[in-house]
């Protein structure tokens, strides 16, 4: 559901990562589009990240990125955003040539949109 993705998207921004957590799993619970699956894996990539759980986080993000291969195109923005977010996450382990492999493939996109 949208709504608690929303909800755990305003806590994450006032750096509740544990509030924005209980919310996304929520959102995770009701989703049942694609899109909304994608968001909240997505989302619950990035606030495992803040926590610094980077084992759930790339877990996260991974499942981000599997279903929008699954369901977008190749080449769209949102697929992009979730390379961002996983290539800040190996920065931040100093796995940098992950890091530069995901940086690569959002840059792809960026510049064919």
């Known amino acids: 559901m949208q709504d608690y993705n929303n909800i755990g998207l305003a806590y994450q921004n006032s750096s509740s990562s544990v509030e924005a957590l ?9 989703a049942k589009d694609p899109k909304t699956l994608t968001s909240t894996f997505n989302n619950l990539g990035t606030t495992f990240m803040f926590l610094k759980n980077h084992e759930k986080a790339i877990e996260n993000l991974q ?45 792809y996109i960026d510049r064919a949109t």
């Open 22 to 30: 209980v919310n996304f799993q929520k959102a995770f619970e009701f």
């Open 63 to 107: 499942k981000a990125i599997e279903l929008k291969l699954k369901y977008l195109d190749e080449r769209h923005p949102s697929l992009a955003t979730t390379y961002h977010n996983l290539a800040a996450l190996y920065r931040t382990i100093e796995d940098y040539s992950s890091a530069l492999e995901y940086s690569n493939k959002a840059l």
